[in-house]
Antibody, heavy 117, light 110 residues
Framework: EVQLVESGGGLIQPGGSLRLSCAAS????????MHWVRQASGKGLVWVSR????????DYADFVKGRFTISRDNARNTLYLQMNSLRAEDAAVYFC??????????WGQGTLVTVSS | QSALTQPASVSGSPGQSITISCTGT?????????VSWYQQHPGKAPKRMIY???NRPSGVSNRFSGSKSGNTASLTISGLQAEDEADYYC??????????FGTGTKVTVL
């Protein structure tokens, strides 16, 4: 059974940093592109970033470029999102997602990031 | 990248059919067949219902179907049931090597 379990969310002050993790199991993690998608409270889904299977290719939404870094450790079956210079508008539930082409086929349950002083 | 445009809400009676549109541009929906649809119940993670425009994953009811014409994709739910009441989102790959989601549609079963 495919499982994606996010962790690392919490309350952080504006300007602070946070690193999210996503532990994957039930599939060959090193064979898949992985993505982060976020959803602010009461709002829609927003694509954040993706990384290819071996970590050599990464793409970001414009609003996180230069602030967020996606990475992965295939030996540990774990996806990461390093978030720096956090802003109030970054507050959201962050989902880890396995994607094949355009198919976001498996989603984690999400981890909540709250940005507030 | 602007969000794909969906109607804010769609409603129907049990047994009826409804269609949700998802309008993008020639740089996303119109350019690729990487259009997918997701169902999200309150407090839950999204669940994919349709991928690559019209493919239905195993386990998803055949009451759900997808199509695309030009820059607009559509999700049709036939034989509407109470359990279909949820938020629905479309997504597309873009020419910028990014992805974009739709604005979301709340489906209400009357």
């Amino acid at each position: 059974e495919v499982q994606l379990v996010e962790s690392g969310g919490g309350l952080i002050q504006p300007g602070g940093s946070l690193r999210l993790s996503c532990a994957a199991s039930g599939f060959t993690f090193s064979s898949y592109w992985m993505h982060w998608v976020r959803q602010a409270s009461g709002k829609g889904l927003v694509w954040v970033s993706r990384i290819n299977s071996n970590g050599s290719s990464r793409d970001y939404a414009d609003f996180v470029k230069g602030r967020f870094t996606i990475s992965r450790d295939n030996a540990r079956n774990t996806l990461y999102l390093q978030m720096n210079s956090l802003r109030a508008e970054d507050a959201a539930v962050y989902f880890c997602v396995r994607v094949v082409g355009g198919d976001f086929d498996y989603w984690g349950q999400g981890t909540l990031v709250t940005v507030s002083s | 990248q602007s969000a794909l445009t969906q109607p804010a809400s769609v409603s129907g009676s049990p047994g009826q059919s409804i269609t949700i549109s998802c309008t993008g541009t020639g740089s996303d929906v119109g350019a690729y067949n990487y259009v997918s649809w997701y169902q999200q119940h309150p407090g839950k993670a999204p669940k994919r219902m349709i991928y690559d425009v019209s493919n239905r994953p195993s386990g998803v009811s055949n009451r759900f179907s997808g199509s695309k014409s030009g820059n607009t994709a559509s999700l049709t739910i036939s034989g509407l049931q109470a359990e279909d009441e949820a938020d629905y989102y479309c997504s597309s790959y873009t020419s910028s090597s990014t992805y974009v989601f739709g604005t979301g549609t709340k489906v209400t079963v009357l």
